[in-house]
């Protein structure tokens, strides 16, 4: 029961989130875009606190519900770097990030988003195959 509950909620908190988000502040939830305006504007309350509650919400949950993130191997910091790097310049080439296309594009039936989901998705295939 477990397996079906927790997806269940966490899909309904993301989408609870997100309409409540569009219908108070007028925007799309997009984390790409939110971290974006927090690193560069300069009336940025309403993004840090947004930030901070993600971070503190999957970090009490994660204590609460002893979970963990194996790392399968080590990785180096620089190979980090680069792929965050190369991540944020992607989520700004495309527009947004899943948060964004995924979660609250596609529910808005925008062709745009669902294109990008797509293409999200088959590149994540690509580089898990060739990778693995």
């Known amino acids: 029961m477990e397996t079906v509950f927790n997806p269940l909620v966490g899909g309904l908190l993301i989408g609870t989130a997100a309409t409540i988000y569009l219908l108070s502040i007028g925007k799309v ?43 399968p191997e080590n990785r180096s910091p620089l190979l980090l770097i680069i792929s965050g790097l190369l991540v944020g310049y992607g989520t700004r080439l495309g527009g947004g990030c899943t948060s964004g ?15 990008a989901t797509v293409i999200f998705v088959l590149v994540a295939i690509i580089t898990v195959s060739i990778s693995h």
């Open 101 to 115: 296309h995924g979660v609250c594009g596609i529910s808005r039936i925008s062709p745009r988003s669902i294109v």
């Open 29 to 71: 939830i997009g984390i790409s875009g939110i971290l974006s305006q927090f690193l560069f504007r300069d009336n940025r309350m309403m993004q840090f606190l947004f930030l901070l509650g993600l971070i503190l919400g999957g970090s009490v949950y994660g204590v609460f519900t002893e979970q963990t993130v194996p790392f």
